[in-house]
């Protein structure tokens, strides 16, 4: 006898077949776009060229947003914004040829801020590849290889069935300590063919986290205990981990002073007792280092910048913690810890003992006062006054972000970020037109946020097509053009160094005012006396806006050359 619930239909093996098959029209595009929002995006950057609309038809189709600038270069500065204030990998979609090479110099900046921007680039047919030279549009010999030198990693995926997992794999390195760009490259024929793979619904790009050797901190925590004069450097590594809480409970414990890097801003509250501010291009500063008899640096190769260029020679122990093994004793013999800056502070903070005199007075408020003593002597009150206005009308935990220029190079040393990683500047690889099409990507990161920009305008003329973008999308972001008719810094250094000759510095220019207008954006010209109520008033109002500051600014004497 048979009942009913003994009857089970099951399916035919075409009924299972057609349960299974992809919805038709699907192609490589939507595979990686399925790839990305499955490993948690929903933002990508970027502008389209004809061997990438495989892709960009597929995210037009899905629910990722996309923030088209109005060149690939500018497209990359704003995807590595957008990184450095999330923490997130960031797509960044490219075309083949021109269009991937117009974004290799921010990705150079990208790599040398460790910012983690995912690169997906297409590439010619499959039949081109290696070298096959079959006269395509775009094609270069060896694309990647333009890039290998450059980015953290290179993935090709040359097959569908290879996408997701390609993507995975940049993914997991663009956001491994250190954190860094990778450079993902499709051929059109494989994102434009319809696919029979199913939906992507599962990836696993975990992060690996870069532990600290404990025989190595160990022996950190011994130097630093028993240190008489111990000193911290903190770089950017501190930000990018978000390890400001733990240095500062281990600058205390230790009473050691700290002096922040330019790319480490904010990594230290400004006006802690323990503070030396961010003056290493400084003498004053670098003796001060110098007599450290343990120097702890966090986060920091110790590069040209961040040694008063390669002046800086410690005279006592040096424990490096760095997470990019190339960085890593590369400028001075140190007890080198491979290791991220969170989880090595914390191996420090569970390890190191309270130094019997942690809170005895300091000296480093007499470095302070002794390079306050250089700069009242140098005639700099415009530049320093420019700087205070900026801070008050900036609200504290508001983003800015600084091109290549007088004001901002002043900033470097001079600027209260107040919070960390709310101050960015291209001083990585130091390239002309970060600012604006960063402050943008800050704006998408982080909206109803007011951001500011700051360029001279010879680095403006690098973004201002841009204005277009900033309206389209109705960004918070205010820019002010510091206008001194030209390449203000490269004219002082060639002044400074040719006999008071100088070449190719001066520039004519658009009225900024009225060329930003034509975009619809509101703009007007300010002084230094106006500054500060104009710019808090831009910064309150939604939107773009531009602020044109004409001044001739110049930059404090160096300590780094020899006396004339």
């Known amino acids: 006898m048979t009942h009913d619930h003994d009857l089970v239909l099951r399916p035919t093996e075409a009924q299972t077949a057609a349960a299974l098959a992809p919805p038709p029209g699907r192609t490589g595009g939507d595979l990686v776009v399925e790839t990305l929002r499955s490993l948690g995006a929903t933002t990508v950057f970027g502008l389209p060229g004809q061997h990438a609309l495989g892709v960009f038809d597929a995210v037009g189709r899905s629910d990722l947003r996309l923030i088209g600038l109005r060149t690939e270069n500018n497209a990359a500065f704003a995807a590595d914004a957008y990184g450095r204030i999330t923490g997130e990998a960031v797509p960044l979609l490219l075309s083949t040829g021109p269009g991937a090479l117009m974004a290799l110099p921010a990705l150079a900046e990208a790599a040398a801020a460790s910012a983690p921007v995912l690169a997906i680039a297409s590439q010619v047919p499959v039949a081109g590849l290696g070298g096959g030279r079959r006269g395509h549009l775009h094609e270069l010999r060896d694309q990647s290889a333009s890039f290998r030198d450059v980015v953290k990693s290179v993935h090709t995926a040359r097959t569908q069935s290879q996408i997701p997992s390609v993507i995975a794999e940049a993914w997991e390195s663009a956001l491994t300590a250190p954190h860094g760009p990778v450079w993902v490259e499709m051929p059109e024929d494989v994102l434009r063919a319809e696919t029979m793979i199913p939906q992507v619904t599962g990836v696993d790009a975990t992060p690996h986290e870069l532990a600290p050797r404990p025989e190595l901190t160990a022996l950190a925590a011994h130097w630093l205990g028993r240190a008489a004069r111990p000193v911290i450097i903190a770089g950017g590594g501190v930000i990018r981990s978000d390890a400001a809480g733990k240095l500062r409970l281990l600058a205390e414990?230790?009473?050691?002073?700290?002096?922040?890097?330019?790319?480490?801003?904010?990594?230290?509250?400004?006006?802690?007792?323990?503070?030396?501010?961010?003056?290493?291009?400084?003498?004053?500063?670098?003796?001060?280092?110098?007599?450290?008899?343990?120097?702890?640096?966090?986060?920091?190769?110790?590069?040209?910048?961040?040694?008063?260029?390669?002046?800086?020679?410690?005279?006592?122990?040096?424990?490096?913690?760095?997470?990019?093994?190339?960085?890593?004793?590369?400028?001075?013999?140190?007890?080198?810890?491979?290791?991220?800056?969170?989880?090595?502070?914390?191996?420090?903070?569970?390890?190191?003992?309270?130094?019997?005199?942690?809170?005895?007075?300091?000296?480093?408020?007499?470095?302070?006062?002794?390079?306050?003593?250089?700069?009242?002597?140098?005639?700099?009150?415009?530049?320093?006054?420019?700087?205070?206005?900026?801070?008050?009308?900036?609200?504290?935990?508001?983003?800015?972000?600084?091109?290549?220029?007088?004001?901002?190079?002043?900033?470097?040393?001079?600027?209260?970020?107040?919070?960390?990683?709310?101050?960015?500047?291209?001083?990585?690889?130091?390239?002309?037109?970060?600012?604006?099409?960063?402050?943008?990507?800050?704006?998408?990161?982080?909206?109803?946020?007011?951001?500011?920009?700051?360029?001279?305008?010879?680095?403006?003329?690098?973004?201002?097509?841009?204005?277009?973008?900033?309206?389209?999308?109705?960004?918070?972001?205010?820019?002010?053009?510091?206008?001194?008719?030209?390449?203000?810094i490269l004219r002082e250094y060639m002044t400074d160094s040719f006999e008071g000759r100088t070449t190719g510095t001066e520039l004519t220019r658009p009225d900024f005012t009225a060329l930003a207008q034509s975009f619809g954006v509101p703009a007007s010209t300010t002084t230094p006396d106006t500054l500060r109520q104009d710019l808090k008033q831009a910064l309150a109002t939604p939107g773009p806006t531009v602020l044109v500051l004409p001044a001739t600014l110049r930059m404090f004497a160096p300590t780094h050359l020899p006396a004339q």
């Open 253 to 488: 414990r230790l009473g050691a002073p700290v002096v922040t890097t330019f790319g480490g801003k904010g990594a230290f509250p400004w006006n802690h007792p323990l503070s030396l501010q961010s003056w290493l291009e400084d003498r004053h500063m670098t003796d001060f280092l110098e007599d450290a008899d343990v120097l702890l640096v966090v986060g920091s190769g110790l590069g040209e910048l961040s040694s008063n260029y390669h002046t800086f020679f410690p005279g006592g122990r040096v424990v490096q913690i760095e997470a990019d093994l190339g960085k890593l004793e590369s400028n001075h013999t140190a007890l080198g810890i491979h290791a991220d800056a969170r989880l090595a502070l914390q191996a420090l903070l569970e390890t190191v003992p309270e130094r019997a005199d942690a809170s005895a007075p300091q000296p480093g408020a007499e470095v302070l006062a002794e390079i306050e003593t250089r700069l009242s002597g140098q005639d700099v009150t415009l530049e320093r006054e420019l700087l205070t206005s900026i801070r008050a009308a900036l609200p504290a935990r508001s983003p800015s972000f600084w091109d290549m220029t007088i004001l901002s190079y002043w900033a470097w040393s001079a600027f209260d970020a107040k919070h960390p990683n709310t101050m960015h500047s291209a001083q990585g690889a130091g390239g002309l037109g970060y600012a604006f099409p960063a402050a943008l990507g800050a704006c998408v990161a982080e909206p109803g946020t007011p951001v500011l920009a700051v360029s001279g305008d010879g680095g403006a003329m690098y973004s201002i097509a841009d204005l277009a973008t900033a309206k389209q999308h109705d960004l918070d972001v205010t820019w002010l053009i510091v206008d001194d008719g030209g390449y203000g």
